[in-house]
């Protein structure tokens, strides 16, 4: 079995509108030729529409979230089915920023799944643990129970469309990665737990990047585990020169 590998930038709320389709032109010119490897850049909504037009076929951009309802009167709010009419293909939900500071629930998270995979959308599912439950040795658990409420709820058909990203929360733009050891241990206890909840070749299939102060310097060792299957990327997605860098490493591992 061999899957290929996924590098997602996560931007954040940071570029201007002006600074994004100049990173994506830079992306688009200097994009290597790339057999192994999916590049999936996940930006606010504002660039979404204007960065669809400069799309060749070589990466896919994502939006960071959306809202669980199709349409209707939710002021400021942007629904799958908004996302998906700019030329996204991809949608990021359940970060631990959004869990965070806009209290997303597993709850909600599901709804939003369920909204983003009927608009065709595919989902970048994110989990992961804080600190103290890191530190109490109780992440397998932890993260089992994100999944439980969330992606578990979901049909044999569903999880299959979906991207899982394990970002342990003390690791997001810290500078302190995971080793890539603690990576693979959750990795694999994800696809377990995949395998138990649905099937083996579902689990098998299943894309699971890695989260968390990923850059040039610590992707090849994290992307060389046997189950880690590429990156979302959070800093080292804002500068060009770093972020294809992950690319090529990506590429050159499989
Ligand atoms: P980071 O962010 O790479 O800056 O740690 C990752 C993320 O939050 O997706």
Redesign the pocket.
């Known amino acids: 079995m061999s899957r290929s590998k996924i590098v ?1 930038g ?1 931007w ?1 709320m940071n570029k201007t509108l002006n600074e994004g389709i100049e990173f994506i032109q830079v992306l688009k010119e200097s994009m290597p030729e790339l057999n192994h490897t999916k590049v999936v850049v ?1 930006m606010p909504f504002i660039h979404l529409a204007s960065a669809s037009t400069h799309l060749n076929g070589k990466f896919s951009i994502a939006a960071q979230n959306c809202h669980h309802e199709i349409q209707g009167a939710f002021t400021g709010e942007i629904s799958a089915a908004r996302i998906q009419s700019t030329g996204a293909e991809y949608v ?1 939900l359940g ?3 959004r869990r965070q500071y806009f209290k997303e629930t597993d709850e909600l998270i599901l709804k939003k799944l369920r909204s983003a995979l009927d608009q065709g959308l595919t989902p970048i599912f ?1 989990c992961g643990e804080p600190l103290d439950i890191r530190e109490d040795d109780s992440h397998v658990a932890y993260v089992n129970e994100q999944m439980e409420n969330s992606i578990f709820q979901l049909s044999n058909e569903e999880i299959r469309k979906i991207i899982i ?1 394990y ?1 342990p929360i003390w ?5 302190k ?1 995971a080793s890539s050891a603690q990576a693979q241990e959750m990795h694999k206890e994800i696809r377990i737990s995949l395998a138990d909840n649905f099937t083996l070749a579902i689990a098998n299939d299943i894309h699971i990047l890695y ?5 040039p310097a610590n992707a090849e060792e994290l992307f060389s585990q046997e189950d880690v299957d590429g ?7 804002l500068k060009t020169s770093d972020f294809l860098e992950l690319i090529r490493i990506a590429e050159s591992i499989h």
């Open positions: 997602a996560n954040k996940g990021i970060h631990s920023e994110c990203a970002e690791a997001i733009g810290t500078g990665t989260g968390g102060s990923c850059s990156g979302l990327i959070g800093g080292a997605s």
